[in-house]
């Protein structure tokens, strides 16, 4: 089944405690990207990548950091979480074009007291 | 389920009946529009797309039309069932060529049986 896949899916975590969030798509999609979903703010870009080891700041980019060593493969890390970046993210993928939907995974909640 | 945002639109329509759910977009560079589903707990749900040079694309008991005079985009679902509660995003690329896009806020559709 083509799918998005984040993990975790829920986690309650401290300020200052590394975390990554994992994101993997099986459609050999080039476009990756990264979403907060804030209520009241709607669904804001922190990054993207285009293809294997070239990625761009989105929007909202303060805060985290990004890889994509693998096209499947896009993990989003926040090296020292603050209580701002409590929030629902989604991952997205799609094919090359402008003109391509994106596909998004079911999201990851983050808690950072 | 997740709580995707607080005081959204609300459209409340009668099971059978059609929707309409409009979205008023401003870059008038924008030459991609895509309309995307959100169910409580999931992620975006690709529902159907339209690009700049069309003024109408139907789907499965689905329509987006697109007046760019205005810069408004609808979506129009017909005979609407119990299963599409929910709430429904569109969304616009950056500008002709662009990867990146700009959600709306959202319109929540709840459909009384």
């Known amino acids: 089944e083509a799918q998005v896949t984040q993990n975790p899916r829920y986690l309650i975590t401290v300020t200052g405690k590394k975390l990554t969030v994992t994101c993997s798509q099986n459609?050999?999609?080039?476009?990756m990207s990264w979403y907060r979903q804030d209520p009241g703010l709607g669904l804001r870009q922190i990054y993207y990548?285009?293809?294997?080891?070239?990625?761009d700041k989105g929007d909202v980019p303060e805060g985290y950091k990004v890889s994509r060593k693998e096209k499947r493969n896009f993990p989003l890390i926040l090296e020292s979480p603050s209580p701002n970046q409590t929030s629902l993210y989604f991952c997205?993928?799609?094919?090359?074009?402008?003109?391509?939907?994106?596909?998004f995974g079911d999201g990851t909640r983050l808690s950072i007291l | 389920g997740e709580s995707v945002g607080l005081h959204l639109p609300t459209l409340s329509v009668q099971e059978g009946d059609n929707s309409i759910i409009n979205c008023a977009y401003s870059?008038?560079?924008?030459?991609?529009f895509i309309w995307y589903k959100q169910e409580s707990g999931k992620g975006p749900q690709f529902i159907i797309d339209?690009?700049?040079?069309?003024d109408k694309r139907q789907g499965q008991r689905v329509t987006v039309l697109l007046n760019k005079t205005v810069k408004h985009l609808s979506l129009q679902i017909a005979a609407t069932q119990p299963g599409d509660s929910a709430v429904y995003f569109c969304?616009?690329?950056?500008?002709?060529?662009?990867?990146?896009?700009?959600f709306g806020k959202g319109t929540k559709l709840s459909v009384i049986p």
């Open positions: 997205a993928s799609s094919l090359k074009g402008s003109n391509q939907p994106q596909h």
């Open positions: 339209i690009r700049s040079n069309m």
């Open positions: 990548s285009m293809n294997v080891e070239v990625t």
């Open positions: 870059n008038s560079a924008s030459d991609y």
């Open positions: 459609m050999n999609h080039e476009y």
């Open positions: 969304a616009e690329n950056k500008g002709a060529g662009s990867y990146q896009l700009t």
